[in-house]
């Protein structure tokens, strides 16, 4: 079963602690503190992988967790790093934390950070200063990043096939291509979305083309599922507007025409932007004359669109330009025999070379050359050390001012103090230690939190809560 939605916890490994230890050896009496440094706990990377077809893999598989960093020991040895974890997801994988949109992975190989390993702690040898020459406190582990991500699949397709039920999508992409989605006379045959590359022959070249299920009137309103469906419509670069020459059960195939526009149009601006070429199917099921008919409709009606500057038959301008004539933008097939299918093939390779050149001109409301789909949408992204991820690699974070080192407020009879930085100052801080509480008050009160507590209204006594321990001010 296809499965284009997901959910997964991602959890990096915690950083080791960092050690106490003093050199002791023979004929050297003061050796001091030689304690190392706790290893980086391992991360959780999501890759992009090109062979993956849907995310059905997640259905079971809902947790993944980088490897825990190791302990620092004697001697100056630093910890091993936590293993990396790597989870491979398909190609056009979007990836959401809440409603805000992390990553959109389109770039096969491409891998974004989605869980960073906490950073070990430090070993006594690394406090060792003019006043505190043999410190008996080091520092314990940092807790690696957890959160629950969103996967949602568009599928990446040159070209997508877009009409209502049983007006023959599967069957033209079982012309077009060897995939075998199924066949049946009767609607709704098709319940996933295929993907099948299609040759062109006599060239050494091939595109993809996609069919996903058919679209109802208010598909854009959800009906018979059809947000999840005009979905996969999203990443294509064109898209074959299938009609039934002979109606879809008795309709009018104009009126069939213009109901799946509609829906396109209300899905997202973008799907009503993206340029078309109308296929009328099933010429082998009506005469010549039935044929000529609605070839010459729906060529006057398209017409009428590219002159009135509807933007997905505006892609395309009237005049030949370099010698390339212009395709035609309504085509006539039989899915089911085979007739026009060749030509078929040639006017979506010919459409594609044009769009990947990049010649398309604005017409009167028209939208001209589409911006290319980005690897991360409306976020900044932040390139990271060497140590932490390789120069093809970007970590993507959300953009914003930097937070305030704490913020205190009253609660109860007591106080509370949040921000990230004095909270990781006492995750990271061995309370059990006295020498390790008095360094940390010492770091604190640099920051400036006592002359923060006092303006707050703290006195002696009180209580102070800070990532969920409690100190006595004073």
């Known amino acids: 079963m296809f499965t284009d939605h997901a959910k997964i916890n991602v959890t990096a490994g915690r950083g080791g602690n960092g050690c106490v230890s003093f050199r002791r050896e023979k004929h050297v009496p003061r050796g001091g503190p030689d304690g190392g440094d706790g290893g980086d706990g391992g991360s959780v990377w ?62 096969a190989g491409r891998r974004i950070l989605v869980a960073a390993g906490g950073q070990g702690g430090r070993g006594n040898a690394r406090f060792v200063s003019a006043v505190r020459q043999s410190p008996r406190f080091a520092e314990l582990g940092e807790e690696g990043e957890s959160r629950w991500l969103r996967l949602t699949l568009r599928l990446m397709a040159d070209v997508g096939l ?13 012309r077009l291509s060897r995939a075998k989605p199924k066949v049946a006379d009767y609607p709704f045959t098709t319940l996933d979305p295929t993907l099948g590359v299609v040759e062109v022959p006599g060239e050494d070249t091939s595109f993809t083309v996609a069919d996903v299920p058919g679209l109802l009137e208010g598909a854009s309103q959800g009906v018979g599922l059809g947000t999840e469906f005009l979905g996969h419509l999203e990443r294509c670069r064109l898209l074959l507007h299938v009609i ?60 009428e669109l590219r002159s009135e500057g509807h933007p997905a038959f505006s892609w395309w301008p009237d005049a030949d330009i370099d010698d390339t004539p212009t395709p035609p933008l309504t085509l006539t097939v039989s899915a089911a025999t085979g007739a026009g299918v060749g030509r078929l093939i040639y006017a979506v ?32 992204s932040l390139e990271t050390g060497a140590k932490r991820t390789h120069k093809a690699h970007v970590l993507y974070r959300p953009g914003g001012h930097a937070a305030e080192a704490y913020m205190v407020h009253r609660k109860g009879d007591g106080f509370v103090v949040e921000g990230d930085l004095v909270e990781r100052l006492v995750k990271r801080t061995d309370l059990a230690n006295e020498e390790a509480v008095r360094y940390l008050d010492r770091r604190l ?21 800070i990532a969920g321990y409690i100190f006595e001010f004073g």
């Open 162 to 174: 877009a009409g209502l039920p049983n007006a023959g999508k599967s069957m033209l992409l079982r």
């Open 349 to 380: 390779w010919g459409a594609l070379q044009r769009l990947d050149a990049g010649d398309t001109t604005v017409a009167a409301g028209g939208i001209g050359e589409r911006a290319p789909l980005r690897d991360v949408m409306g976020l900044a």
């Open 445 to 465: 009160n640099r920051l400036g939190l006592d002359e923060a507590l006092r303006e707050a209204g703290a006195e002696p006594g009180d209580e102070v809560e």
């Open 244 to 303: 039934d020459i002979t109606g879809y059960y008795g309709d009018d195939p104009m009126g069939n025409f213009h109901v799946i526009l509609g829906e396109l149009g209300a899905h997202t601006p973008a799907l009503a932007q993206t340029p078309q070429m109308v296929v009328l199917n099933k010429i082998d099921a009506v005469d010549e004359a039935t044929i000529a008919a609605r070839l010459q409709e729906f060529s006057a009606r398209v017409s």
């Open 46 to 107: 999501l890759e992009a992988d090109g062979r993956l077809r849907d995310l059905h893999y997640f259905v079971g598989h809902v947790h993944f967790k980088g490897g825990m960093g190791g302990h620092g020991e004697g001697a100056n040895r630093m910890g091993p790093r936590g293993d990396e974890k790597i989870v491979r997801v398909p190609l056009g994988t979007q990836v959401w934390a809440g409603d805000s949109l992390v990553a959109d992975l389109t770039v």
